[in-house]
């Protein structure tokens, strides 16, 4: 069962820079089709920040084009949120979605637990 762990939230000043993790693990082999970062402030819903995918295709909201970058190294099985220039409108739980094939189960969907990005103004 592949399982997706999130690290790298933390309270930040803003203007400034994190770089958040989700390290897929569970399967000997594994190929990471697509990854998306999506984001929940407190009283909101869930929306899509950024995406990725297995040709290094992205896409970004435009509310963090120019500061955030997605990126991804499968031979760590990882993918990253590089963020910069945040402001107090970050402030949200990110989760990490992937679509990651294994030879037992295909491919299939998975989420992250969530870290919290907090940004003081």
């Known amino acids: 069962q592949v399982q997706l762990v999130e690290s790298g939230g933390a309270l930040v000043q803003a203007g400034g820079s994190l770089r958040l993790s989700c390290v897929a693990s569970?399967?000997?082999?594994?190929?990471?089709?697509?990854l998306a970062w999506h984001r929940q402030a407190p009283g909101k819903q869930r929306e899509l920040v950024a995406t990725?995918?297995?040709?290094?295709?992205?896409n970004y909201d435009d509310s963090v084009k120019g500061r955030f970058t997605v990126s991804t190294d499968n031979a760590k099985n990882t993918g990253y949120l590089q963020m910069n220039s945040l402001k107090p409108e970050d402030t949200a739980v990110y989760y990490c979605?992937?679509?990651?094939?294994?030879?037992?189960?295909?491919?299939?969907?998975?989420w992250g637990q969530g870290t919290q990005v907090t940004v003081s103004s």
């Open positions: 990725i995918t297995s040709r290094s295709s992205t």
């Open positions: 979605e992937t679509n990651i094939w294994t030879p037992a189960t295909g491919s299939q969907y998975y």
């Open positions: 569970g399967a000997s082999w594994m190929i990471i089709n697509t």
